[in-house]
């Protein structure tokens, strides 16, 4: 398998955080699976071989170029044969520089990158089709995405909301509604309103996605502790809660998840 990974230029590293890409060609008769959990970030993934499926979940994967929102569970995708899938992992608060419409709206789903920018979105995949290396990719999305950065400003309420999410961040997703809204300069229910449109999930379930997140960072740095320890180092109140929470976002029990997994946090990972 051929993975590879790449940051942003310096004027996209405010609203991009990484970009991946997978070429990969399975045995015949070989399926791969592989679950998709709540990473706190939405991703524009462009598939360049048939697109995986999704195999015990409502979801499904419309188009072979779509955006994916914030979620707020687990489902699992299969493919066989080839494998080619390029993608853009957005900051968590980036893509309203991109895509300016309430993100909410594409909370737990996908959409198809032509049914948001048009003939632009046609355009891109096509041309991004046509390549035949990472690099030349990566000049192709910073060319895209650089020019789309260009038609907008950076709004007010782009910056009291990045501010909000660093502040997530240092605590780890441990922080209240009222000290967010407080940061923001707004009263909660305002509070909630623009970071659930400029997001794209609202401020309880995003902090529930990233003390997730938090929880296999922790594991990540310190392979050694056990799972009271774990509940406790990732800011739940109790080791029963901890493991509800976990189970709801990935479909498995933390013990079962790091039994099986490497720890390995998307959100927290540079």
């Known amino acids: 398998?051929?993975?590879n990974?790449?940051?942003p230029s310096c004027v996209l590293?405010?609203?991009?955080k990484r970009y991946w890409a997978i070429e990969n060609s399975l045995a015949s008769g070989e399926t791969c699976v592989?679950?998709?959990?709540?990473t706190g970030m939405s991703e524009l993934m462009l598939y360049f071989t048939p697109r995986p499926q999704v195999l015990n979940n409502p979801k499904h994967l419309t188009d072979n170029a779509a955006l994916y929102g914030h979620q707020n569970d687990w489902y699992d995708i299969g493919y066989t044969g080839s494998l080619s899938v390029f993608s853009i992992v957005f900051q968590?608060?980036?893509l309203m520089q991109f895509f300016r419409f309430p993100l909410n709206e594409i909370y737990n789903h996908n959409v198809p990158l032509r049914h948001l920018i048009g003939q632009a979105g046609r355009d891109l995949e096509e041309k991004m089709g046509e390549t035949t290396t990472f690099e030349q990719k990566l000049n192709i999305i910073e060319d895209f995405f650089i020019s789309s950065l260009s038609r907008y400003y950076i709004d007010f309420e782009y910056r009291r909301i990045a501010g909000v999410i660093e502040l997530i961040q240092q605590r780890r997703g441990n922080i209240s509604i009222e000290a967010m809204a407080s940061k923001a300069c707004l009263s909660r229910r305002q509070f909630e309103r623009v970071f659930t449109e400029q997001i794209g999930a609202t401020p309880k379930q995003y902090l529930k996605t990233i003390r997730f997140q938090n929880a296999i960072y922790q594991k990540q740095l310190h392979k050694e502790l056990n799972?009271?320890?774990l509940s406790y180092e990732s800011g739940y109140y109790d080791q029963s809660h901890f493991i509800s929470e976990f189970k709801s976002m990935c479909g498995q029990t933390p013990r079962q998840f790091f039994a099986e997994n490497e720890a390995c946090s998307d959100f927290f990972d540079t």
């Open 34 to 38: 592989q679950r998709i959990i709540p």
């Open 227 to 229: 799972m009271t320890e």
């Open 1 to 3: 398998m051929g993975i």
């Open 92 to 94: 968590p608060h980036g």
């Open 5 to 7: 990974f790449a940051l």
């Open 13 to 16: 590293a405010p609203y991009i």
